[in-house]
């Protein structure tokens, strides 16, 4: 019992500081919809307009490679969908968008890694990982420390963002997004952020995704 008690009394730090179930950023009132405390999960509405989908889509279209994943950046069957990076500020509407998701995720946009745009189509997928760079390898110096999973279109059927430890899981809606972050000192919080994406049944998937970074990198 005591124990318990000393548990609830030492709830971790989050960095995601939105209360309200709506809240402005510079351009745009973003909505709460859902949240689970610990380890944080919040899903937003209201993230992306249509137009917005639509043209990170077009532009991302012609450059789709088959995913890679790890330091190694080999091929893996862990995710099957196709996947490019943008630069920082590569368009226009990139700045517009970096500058909310950094509202957003309350970070400073020099933590931002590039966008990164995933494509599935029917029996794609994403299996359950960590976003967080093991310790033992080099890019977890300046470790990855919260993920927003932005949907950027609708998904006929399948292609839910799962979460195994928590059996929670979000269906893809355009505009809306997923947010979590995972650098508690509680390890176990940490892993409980593990999650994939269920293999697409019908039509395709499109997803942008920010991951921010403990320390700037630009
Ligand atoms: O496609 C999804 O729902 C999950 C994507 C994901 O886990 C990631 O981009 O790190
Ligand atoms: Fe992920």
Redesign the pocket.
């Known amino acids: 019992m005591t124990k318990v008690n000393e548990q609830t009394s030492d709830k971790e730090q989050t960095v995601f500081h939105h209360v309200e179930n709506r809240f402005q950023t510079e351009d745009r009132e973003i909505h709460i919809v859902a949240r689970l405390e610990e380890p944080l999960v919040v899903v937003l509405g209201n993230v992306l307009c249509d137009e917005e989908c639509d043209e990170l889509i077009r532009l991302s279209k012609d450059n789709m490679h088959r995913s890679k994943i790890g330091d190694s950046r080999e091929v893996n069957e862990i995710r099957t ?1 196709s996947s490019m990076f943008f630069e920082e500020n590569e368009h226009d509407i990139l700045s517009t968008i970096e500058k909310r998701v950094s509202n957003i995720m309350n970070i400073p946009a020099e933590h931002a890694e590039g966008l ?1 745009i ?1 494509k ?1 189509t029917p029996g794609q997928e ?1 299996k359950a ?1 960590f ?1 967080y760079f093991s310790a033992t390898s080099k890019a977890s110096k300046n470790n990855r420390i919260s ?1 927003l ?1 932005m ?1 950027l279109n609708e998904v006929e059927q399948g ?4 979460f195994p430890e928590l059996n929670f899981s ?1 269906s ?1 809606k355009k505009g809306m997004a ?1 947010y979590f972050e995972y650098f508690y000192t509680n390890h176990d919080l940490n892993e409980r952020t593990l ?4 293999p697409v049944i019908a039509g395709e ?1 499109w ?1 942008a ?1 920010q ?1 921010m970074r403990r320390q700037r990198v630009r």
């Not at 292609?159 to 799962?162: I, P, R, S």
């Not at 999650?195 to 269920?198: A, K, L, M, R, W």
């Open positions: 969908s990164q995933l599935y994403y990982h976003d993920t999973i949907y292609g839910e963002t799962f979000v893809p997923v999650h994939g994406g269920s998937k997803v995704t991951w």
